[in-house]
């Protein structure tokens, strides 16, 4: 997707380096950083200059290949994969990626290790990028058939940001909407601000006004009276780690989204690839639900009137609080889960019948 009308991968390498795009410095400047040890890609994962399950798998796929550059060492890179894998524990993908490339990697010789370490993590990318186009082009079809029903601007509520920037390219709830607008479809997108860090407001909205797609950015608790306003059309939202139950995790606020739409009879899609699956887990009270550093919720940073960015604290001083990251929203109040391979039921029965488990 582009930036400034330039077309850019979230992560690749180049010139020995790992290099991404700084997450954390969007809205306002656009700085791409070099990642050239395995620490830098666990302080990437954990600070969120990278975020987003498919592009933190990305990371650490990369992460391996720099602690093998870094040395070449079985202690060392097991380790490693340790430190990659607690960086941030609730997306799936992350252990996900970590796993298959020490899977794929157990048996090879150690001159060759570094040239199929980086092999494997571009086929992770690349899959990705596939997964995520297929995943826009079945969306579509839900996308094709509100505006055929309702020959008028296609009103899509998202939350949080699984857009390309949460990815390696097109995104998972966004893909859709960027095959839609491709396509001629009008669409508009409610963009939840989604505190405390801002996810929405700095990433999603910033990646659609680059692309050329109407958008407006709303307060998180704004989407239930839009929803009885008959203001939106459709939610589509990704996901973080979605159990072959149905039932989803994401970003703190899913829930509540999930809920109004419900009582107004708002379609609620999930968007993923199939490597954002958990296949192991039955139940959703044994996901570990990351808890960050409260000074997230009580401090905000912006520019101000003379360009320079800024921290400030918005709570008074003595005040506690608590950051949690994600919650779940039950398979029941998921309208159906876009996939690379088709929108099935958000039920055991559906996820096996699609992925032929």
Not at 31 to 55: C, F, Q, W, Y
Not at 58 to 66: C, D, M, P, Q, R
Not at 106 to 116: G, N, T
């Amino acid at each position: 997707m582009r930036i400034q009308g330039k077309e850019y991968r979230t992560i690749w390498y180049e010139d020995d380096v790992v290099k991404i795009i700084d997450q954390t410095k969007l809205p306002h400047n656009f700085i791409i950083k070099d990642l050239e040890t395995v620490d830098h890609a666990v302080n990437a994962i954990k600070s969120m200059e990278v975020r987003g399950a498919p592009l933190i798998g990305a990371t650490a796929a990369f992460g391996i290949a720099l602690a093998i550059k870094e040395n070449n060492d079985l202690k060392f890179i097991k380790k490693s994969s340790e430190k990659l894998v607690n960086a941030r524990p609730t997306a799936i993908n992350l252990q996900w990626a970590v796993h298959r490339m020490n899977n794929k990697l157990s048996f090879i010789k150690s001159e060759e290790l570094l040239d199929i370490a980086l092999k494997e993590a571009e086929e992770i990318c690349n899959e990705d990028i596939n997964f995520c186009e297929n995943i826009g082009l079945e969306g579509l079809k839900i996308i094709e058939k509100i505006y055929k029903q309702k020959k008028d601007t296609v009103n899509i509520l998202t939350h949080c940001n699984a857009g390309w920037l949460a990815t390696i390219n097109w995104g998972t709830a966004t893909s859709p909407i960027y095959h839609a607008h491709k396509n001629g479809i009008p669409v508009h997108v409610w963009v939840d601000e989604t505190r405390p860090r801002n996810q929405g407001a700095n990433l999603t909205s910033f990646e659609l006004n680059e692309e050329g797609i109407p958008n407006t950015i709303i307060t998180d608790n704004t989407g239930g009276i839009l929803m009885q306003r008959g203001e939106v059309d459709m939610c589509i939202v990704g996901t973080d780690r979605t159990l072959s139950t149905g039932d989803v995790c994401n970003k703190i606020g899913t829930y509540l989204k999930a809920l109004a739409a419900h009582d107004n009879n708002v379609p609620f899609y999930v968007a993923l690839p199939s490597s954002t699956i958990d296949w192991e887990t039955k139940d959703y009270k044994k996901i570990p639900i990351e808890e960050r550093n409260s000074d997230e919720l009580s401090h905000i940073e912006g520019k101000d009137d003379k360009n320079n960015i800024k921290k400030v604290l918005i709570y008074p001083e003595k005040s506690k609080s608590m950051n949690l990251a994600f919650d779940i929203t039950p398979a029941k109040y998921v309208t159906g889960l876009i996939t690379e391979k088709g929108v099935c039921e958000a039920s055991t029965n559906g996820l096996k019948q699609m992925f032929n488990r």
